[in-house]
């Protein structure tokens, strides 16, 4: 994506929302909005700003943040100090993207982010998808990759990875040929590849109509 995801922060405290902003315009790809304090402000900014995501508070002084879900056309993040398990299903059945309990680091927000842009880019556009990359797509938001010591990679991953460090997009046909391995190999070296965030998919569409997917090291 060449322009960064702009991001709406409702929050009636002050202090916490600017402490988030600043937490959010900390990882690359994403700028901040000014936060809002109340529904009735969420919803005008949401109009006039058109954000990409909102991370949004359970309690604001003019109605429930999960009653407000309903009428914001966007992805939402819940950040809230709210823990009851009917509130959390009230999140996700209202089409949270995530439920963040209160107080959290700037990197477990960061973590959801950098989830919620692997996401947008799977998803990206109006093109057509197969159901390979929803599941992947579902499973990046859901599943964000834990912070801590890069593991290490096997001769094959490492080998698969280097096919890809030249630039461009590749298909996994051209990677098995290159790292030495069958294509369903080099398939599922990609896709667990791709799910970790360290390799981009697309979908290239030739004359017979049928997507090929090609893979690339984000730039």
Aim: proline share 4%; hydrophobic share 45%.
């Amino acid at each position: 994506m060449s322009e960064d995801l702009r991001v709406l922060i409702v929050d009636d405290d002050f202090h916490v929302a600017k402490l988030h902003a600043g937490y959010v315009d900390a990882v690359p790809g994403f700028t901040a909005l000014r936060p809002v304090g109340t529904a009735e402000a969420a919803l005008r900014a949401v109009r006039t700003q058109h954000p990409d995501l909102v991370l949004l508070d359970v309690y604001l002084p003019d109605a429930l943040g999960l009653d407000l879900m309903r009428s914001l056309d966007v992805d939402v993040l819940v950040l809230t100090a709210a823990a009851e398990a009917s509130a959390v299903r009230r999140a996700l059945r209202r089409g949270a993207v995530g439920y963040l309990l209160k107080p959290f680091g700037a990197e477990e927000l960061a973590q959801r982010l950098r989830a919620y842009a692997r996401y947008r880019r799977m998803l990206a556009g109006d093109r057509t998808v197969d159901q390979d990359t929803i599941e992947r797509a579902v499973r990046t938001l859901r599943l964000p990759q834990a912070a801590g010591p890069s593991r290490t990679r096997s001769a094959t991953e490492t080998a698969v990875l280097q096919a890809l460090a030249a630039g461009g997009q590749h298909s996994a046909a051209a990677v098995a040929e290159q790292v030495g391995v069958s294509r369903a190999t080099a398939q599922r070296y990609l896709s667990a590849l791709v799910d970790e965030g360290v390799v981009e998919m697309h979908l290239r569409y030739g004359s017979t109509g049928r997507p090929e997917h090609r893979y690339g090291v984000p730039g």
